[in-house]
């Protein structure tokens, strides 16, 4: 537990001066963002409505502003209390974040008035230096209360925060440094609470100590509950499966808020996004009393949830109510091009603006103008300027899901970058630097961080954001029996219902099929690798070169089996650029650190992609080559390799 939580609470309880809370029902609206992954800019969607296929564009920081000033000026209107807060995983995911790190996220988040942000994973892509910089930098708590700080250099004294306090008169709010600074109108805590397994998913986590999700969430909830405190939001970034766990194995948590999965909680089927549980669904906690409300809004900035939740007179909660919203910008294209002729007719779009009139799960926003021009004026210029050559062009719209669905959808994306990294390292310049002749590539399906949309395909899209985390290609050997186990290994994780599909596991050269016998697991059918003589059983004996990320191949976000198949010793190669040359840099092992994180170690020079001339982004070169060479007419593999049969 964080020892500045802990000396307070014990202070209060020794001198007794805990706060005395009065029994009175209390109403608290909760309006939350999670997985916004610098999306600053609204993202072209395609959406259906009345049973038609049209195309608009959801969200983007401005319309996340608009809507959350209208709840604001609702609430202010019924002079009710408000809380705006972010679910983690602001970092990553478009050519803002790489050109601009997280100095863009501290100044576009701190302009919408949030009242407090989780840690995701993806806030620990770069360095904790550079976390600590936006922590320091932005306007609102940032908060993790499972996070030890105590030992790390640039962490310890940056300002992460267990929980904060806010103090809530009808619709005015105080930011309250302890209880015992509380009168008698009701206080709310809002802790953190971050993945316990954040150095086997983040690839940068220095020397923090990451502690148990429930163990560390108990204890908090006690300490405040034992300082006064009635009324406790967790704001999480765990998914939406632990996020139920927690629920249902912690007493004392009101609502949570949460983040990581990417869930957008509701049945939005027939708008062609799908259905998820319900939104705002009420979990018994252990004691059997009490319950607690889950609730999380989606990703890429495109919906806001807005939940309401009444205690009664003791502080239990009595009612939870709420939805997620998609933001459009009201706009409906029948093409994704989004040309004159495509777009609707004034009669067709006033039919369909009185039908989103009348459907919560949809709103027409405008974009804050203030923060549109901002945005426009400092940034997006040199967004522009990044991308770079045209390396091809997509026809139509390639679509990118984690996990395929039951009815057999799946990415069109992720197995074109599986087959692009077979090609790259096949070819001749690239085998004069290893030696060696790949016969598979795998690639886990959270590292393709977007789907391409129709027109030009430039270099900066793959760079800045289908491939954003810059990772070098690395081949390795493994055996038949090595890739089964990993295949099983990651495919059975992904499958349990709010489970975090990142690590789910696309393909090129290898083709199986996978059956699931019960709800979240199942086993291998049949798994081939394909040679010069065609499609052959997989051998669990032989061994095959298979190439993948960095990332993955240090068994990184589950992918465990590679880490222990590398543990004493390893014939892997990772590539990258030195200079303008490619260049290899043998690894002799693996091992973890202290904390957990997976540490390499190279045979002779390391290879530290910070350096100066070092460009260590080869799973974005193979792409560029593979579309200039082979696709530069994008189009969907016929086959991609993997069969999924769920339940």
């Known amino acids: 537990m964080n020892k500045r939580l802990l000396t307070g609470a014990l202070a209060l309880l020794v001198s007794g001066c805990a706060s005395q809370q009065p029994d009175l029902p209390f109403t608290l609206t909760l309006a939350h963002i999670n997985d916004t992954h610098a999306h600053f800019d609204a993202s072209d969607a395609p959406i259906t409505l009345d049973g038609r296929p049209l195309y608009t564009r959801l969200g983007g920081h401005p319309r996340l502003l608009t809507q959350a000033n209208t709840l604001r000026e609702q609430a202010k209107q019924q002079q009710q209390p408000l809380l705006f807060v972010h679910g983690g995983d602001a970092w990553q995911g478009t050519g803002y974040f790489k050109l601009n790190q997280g100095a863009m996220n501290a100044d576009i988040l701190s302009r919408l008035g949030l009242d407090a942000m989780v840690l995701g994973n993806h806030e620990f892509d770069i360095s904790n230096q550079r976390l600590a910089q936006f922590i320091q930098s932005v306007n609102f708590p940032v908060l993790a209360t499972n996070i030890d700080t105590s030992t790390d250099p640039a962490l310890k004294d940056a300002g992460l925060l267990p929980y904060v306090l806010y103090s809530l008169d009808g619709n005015d709010k105080e930011r309250l440094e302890s209880m015992e600074d ?88 027939d708008l062609g996004m799908g259905k998820q549980p319900d939104y705002a669904r009420l979990v018994t906690n252990p004691d059997g009393r009490a319950k607690t409300c889950v609730v999380q809004a989606g990703q890429y900035a495109q919906a806001m949830g807005r939940v309401t939740v009444t205690f009664t007179k003791d502080g239990r909660v009595s009612r939870c109510e709420g939805n997620n919203t998609l933001l459009t910008d009201g706009l409906f294209y029948t093409d994704i091009r989004r040309t004159d002729a495509s777009r609707l007719n004034d009669d067709e779009q006033a039919a369909l603006n009185g039908r989103i009139a009348t459907d919560p799960r949809l709103a027409v926003v405008q974009e804050d103008k203030a923060l549109r021009e901002h945005i426009d004026a400092q940034y997006r210029p040199a967004l522009m300027a990044a991308y770079g050559k045209v390396i091809g062009h997509v026809p139509a719209t390639l679509t990118h899901r984690r996990l395929p669905a039951r009815d057999g959808t799946q990415s069109q994306v992720a197995p074109l970058v599986a087959a692009s990294q077979l090609y790259w390292i096949n070819t001749p310049q690239v085998q004069a630097v290893t030696g060696r002749k790949a016969d598979i590539a795998l690639v886990n399906a959270g590292s393709v961080r977007t789907s391409l949309e129709p027109g030009e395909l430039k270099e900066g899209n793959v760079s800045l954001e289908l491939l954003p985390f810059a990772n070098p290609l690395s081949v390795v050997s493994l055996t038949g029996r090595q890739i089964a186990a990993l295949l099983l290994e990651t495919i059975n994780a992904s499958l349990p219902e709010g489970a975090h599909t990142g690590r789910f ?55 465990n089996t590679l880490y222990k198949a590398q543990r004493v010793l390893t014939d892997r190669t990772d590539l990258a650029w030195v200079n303008g040359q490619l260049t290899a840099f043998p690894v002799a092992r693996l091992d973890k650190a202290a904390g957990g994180a997976i540490q390499v170690h190279y045979i002779n020079q390391p290879l530290n992609c910070r350096a100066q001339g070092v460009k260590c982004n080869t799973d974005a070169s193979a792409f560029v080559e593979y579309v200039r060479d082979q696709q530069p007419l994008l189009t969907p593999l016929r086959e991609t390799g993997v069969t999924l049969n769920r339940l």
């Open 505 to 559: 596991p696309y393909v090129a050269g290898l083709r199986y099929e996978f059956n699931e016998t019960r709800k979240g697991a199942g086993f291998l059918r049949s798994l081939e690798v394909k040679t010069d003589a065609g499609w052959q059983r997989l051998d669990p004996n032989a061994s095959y070169t298979v190439v993948m990320n960095g990332y993955s191949a240090s068994g990184n976000d589950g992918w």
């Open 182 to 269: 509380a009168g008698r109108d009701p206080v709310v805590a809002i802790i953190g609470l971050t993945l316990e397994n954040m150095p086997d998913i983040a690839p940068n986590t220095g020397k923090l100590v990451f502690e148990q999700e429930l163990k560390a969430a108990q204890s908090t909830v006690n300490a405040l509950r034992a300082q006064g405190v009635k009324h406790i939001v967790a704001v999480t970034h765990l998914g939406l499966e632990r996020d139920q766990r927690l629920a249902a194995g912690v007493n004392g948590i009101d609502v949570i808020v949460g983040g990581h999965s990417h869930s957008l909680l509701g049945d939005f089927s």
